[in-house]
Nanobody
Framework: QVQLVESGGGLVEPEGSLTLSCAAS????????IGWFRQAPGKEREGVSF????????YYRDPVKGRFTISRDNAKNAVNLQMNNLKPEDTAVYYC???????????????????????WGQGAQVTVSS
């Protein structure tokens, strides 16, 4: 049974940093494209960042470009999301997800879509507030 578990969320002041981690069991993450999504209160879930199964290619949505970094930790079968210079508008529940669709196909057009991801974690709350 596939299980994804996010950790590392919490409360941070504006301009602060947090690192989220997504650990998997039941599958090997570096066989798949992995994505981070987030959902703020009253808003739709949106894609944030995505990583090729090789780890050498990444994709970021405009609101987080230059501030967030996605990476793989294959030894731990995990994918991390380093978030710097956090803003109040980054407040959301963050989810990691696994897609069986190739990276190039996912990022084509308007970018990755929720229905293209098969396995999801339970989410980690990130709150940015002073």
């Amino acid at each position: 049974q596939v299980q994804l578990v996010e950790s590392g969320g919490g409360l941070v002041e504006p301009e602060g940093s947090l690192t989220l981690s997504c650990a998997a069991s039941g599958l090997t993450l570096d066989d798949y494209t992995i994505g981070w999504f987030r959902q703020a209160p009253g808003k739709e879930r949106e894609g944030v960042s995505f990583i090729h199964n090789s780890g050498r290619r990444t994709y970021y949505r405009d609101p987080v470009k230059g501030r967030f970094t996605i990476s793989r930790d294959n030894a731990k079968n995990a994918v991390n999301l380093q978030m710097n210079n956090l803003k109040p508008e980054d407040t959301a529940v963050y989810y990691c997800a696994v897609s069986q669709i190739g990276f190039d196909r996912l990022i084509a057009g308007s970018g990755p879509r929720i229905f293209e991801f098969r396995h999801w974690g339970q989410g980690a709350q990130v709150t940015v507030s002073s």
